[in-house]
Protein backbone atom coordinates (compact mmCIF):
# COMPACT_ATOMS: atom_id res chain seq x y z
CA UNK A 1 0.00 0.00 0.00
CA UNK A 2 2.81 2.40 0.92
CA UNK A 3 4.84 1.48 -2.30
CA UNK A 4 1.17 2.32 -4.20
CA UNK A 5 1.21 5.73 -2.43
CA UNK A 6 4.58 6.52 -2.69
CA UNK A 7 4.42 6.18 -6.82
CA UNK A 8 1.69 8.00 -7.24
CA UNK A 9 2.78 10.93 -5.33
CA UNK A 10 5.65 10.74 -7.11
CA UNK A 11 4.01 10.76 -10.58
CA UNK A 12 1.96 13.26 -9.37
CA UNK A 13 4.94 15.60 -8.47
CA UNK A 14 6.87 15.20 -11.65
CA UNK A 15 3.81 15.08 -14.26
CA UNK A 16 4.51 18.82 -16.11
CA UNK A 17 4.43 20.24 -19.27
CA UNK A 18 6.52 22.66 -20.46
CA UNK A 19 3.98 25.39 -22.00
CA UNK A 20 4.57 27.92 -25.00
CA UNK A 21 4.48 31.33 -22.40
CA UNK A 22 7.05 29.39 -20.16
CA UNK A 23 9.40 29.02 -23.44
CA UNK A 24 9.07 32.10 -24.37
CA UNK A 25 9.62 33.48 -20.82
CA UNK A 26 13.21 31.78 -20.68
CA UNK A 27 14.16 32.91 -24.51
CA UNK A 28 13.53 36.70 -23.03
CA UNK A 29 15.83 36.01 -20.16
CA UNK A 30 18.46 34.76 -22.24
CA UNK A 31 21.92 37.33 -22.91
CA UNK A 32 20.24 39.10 -19.41
CA UNK A 33 22.50 39.56 -16.40
CA UNK A 34 20.68 40.87 -13.49
CA UNK A 35 21.78 41.16 -9.87
CA UNK A 36 21.01 38.63 -6.88
CA UNK A 37 20.02 40.24 -3.23
CA UNK A 38 20.98 37.09 -1.93
CA UNK A 39 24.25 36.80 0.26
CA UNK A 40 26.90 34.08 -1.01
CA UNK A 41 26.72 30.35 -0.02
CA UNK A 42 30.20 30.75 1.76
CA UNK A 43 31.84 34.04 2.40
CA UNK A 44 35.08 32.87 4.57
CA UNK A 45 37.44 30.68 2.70
CA UNK A 46 38.20 28.08 6.24
CA UNK A 47 39.51 24.46 5.90
CA UNK A 48 35.47 23.61 5.99
CA UNK A 49 34.54 25.48 2.88
CA UNK A 50 37.72 24.27 0.99
CA UNK A 51 37.08 20.84 1.82
CA UNK A 52 33.13 20.72 0.84
CA UNK A 53 34.29 22.12 -2.35
CA UNK A 54 37.07 20.19 -3.32
CA UNK A 55 34.55 17.00 -2.73
CA UNK A 56 31.86 18.25 -4.69
CA UNK A 57 33.64 17.85 -7.60
CA UNK A 58 35.52 14.94 -6.73
CA UNK A 59 38.70 16.41 -5.35
CA UNK A 60 40.66 14.33 -2.70
CA UNK A 61 43.66 16.12 -3.03
CA UNK A 62 45.09 16.28 0.49
CA UNK A 63 46.24 20.11 0.17
CA UNK A 64 42.27 20.79 0.51
CA UNK A 65 40.86 17.70 2.26
CA UNK A 66 43.14 17.30 4.83
CA UNK A 67 43.65 19.88 7.74
CA UNK A 68 47.04 19.24 8.73
CA UNK A 69 48.27 18.21 5.46
CA UNK A 70 49.67 22.12 5.03
CA UNK A 71 51.69 22.02 7.75
CA UNK A 72 54.00 18.82 6.24
CA UNK A 73 54.57 20.92 3.00
CA UNK A 74 57.92 23.19 2.84
CA UNK A 75 55.20 26.57 3.45
CA UNK A 76 54.25 25.10 6.87
CA UNK A 77 50.44 25.61 6.37
CA UNK A 78 47.56 26.03 3.95
CA UNK A 79 47.87 29.71 3.49
CA UNK A 80 48.95 32.64 5.33
CA UNK A 81 46.89 35.06 6.83
CA UNK A 82 46.77 38.37 5.14
Not at 11 to 39: C, M, N, W
Amino acid sequence: MAESTEKTEFEKATDFQFKESDIERAHALVGRYTSSPAREHVTVANHDAMRNFARSYGDDNPLFCSEDYGTTTRWGARSRPR
